[in-house]
């Protein structure tokens, strides 16, 4: 069945600090992931996104990487400040193999980042 | 910038009464969604619409709820007879036209309290 969830809920780092963000899936099917930000009192807001047919994908201070082999994917964040600190969710789109685009949501790992 | 608005921000009610919750997506986008987020849970997928139809529901999402687009720029939810369980974070997202991309631009989510 779809599945798509993180091994941990809480991270708190430094200022300055790297921050990985890790989740797991269950599909070997999956093609697509989708890191979602989520701070408080908000709503999730994208933050990167990566294909099955690429194993990292770079954004500003992001990095997703993909590794299939093992069904797991990661959000590295470099020099973590404190305007990260909020809940990151990986998320699919089409678990299951449905077609109009709903998201399913991983757990959620809370970030806190110290000053 | 474009973005999807919620009203309200926070809806109180009593059990059994109807509620509705509002959404404008963003202009041109032709997909709207709407999930849920029961306290310190994950963000959970409740129905699809498109081209003025539901495209695919969720098991949350039963006889109680509706989704109506009525006209060409709100998109409610309504919840006929609210019950306590029904207390979460409602959000609303859209996204264009395009399966490639499924980035979807959620809005700052509508709190409700069921009493």
């Known amino acids: 069945g779809e599945s798509v969830g993180l091994h941990l809920p809480t991270l708190s780092v430094q200022e300055g600090d790297n921050s990985i963000i890790n989740c797991a899936y269950s599909n070997s099917a999956s093609d697509y992931f989708i890191w979602y930000k989520q701070e408080s009192g908000k709503g999730p807001q994208f933050i990167i996104d990566i294909r099955s047919n690429m194993d990292k994908r770079q954004g500003q201070r992001v990095t997703v990487l993909l590794n299939k082999t093992v069904k797991h994917l990661s959000l590295q964040i470099a020099a973590t400040q404190p305007g990260d600190s909020a809940v990151y969710f990986c998320a699919e789109p089409n678990a299951g193999g449905t077609s109009y685009g709903k998201l399913t949501f991983g757990q959620g790992t809370i970030l806190t980042v110290h000053p | 910038e474009p973005e999807v608005t919620q009203t309200p921000s926070h809806q109180v009610t009593q059990m059994g009464q109807e509620v509705i919750l509002r959404c404008v997506p963003i202009?041109?986008?032709?997909?709207f969604y709407w999930y849920r987020q029961i306290l310190g849970q994950k963000v959970e997928f409740l129905v699809s619409?498109?081209?003025?139809?539901?495209?695919?529901k969720s098991e949350i999402f039963d006889d109680q709820f509706s989704v109506e687009r009525p006209d060409g720029s709100n998109f409610t939810l309504k919840i006929r007879s609210t019950k306590l369980e029904d207390s979460a974070m409602y959000f609303c997202?859209?996204?264009?036209?395009?399966?490639?991309?499924?980035?979807?631009?959620f809005g700052a989510g509508t709190r409700l309290s069921v009493l």
């Open positions: 619409f498109y081209n003025n139809e539901i495209s695919e």
């Open positions: 997202a859209s996204r264009p036209r395009g399966r490639d991309k499924n980035i979807q631009y």
């Open positions: 202009s041109n986008h032709l997909y």
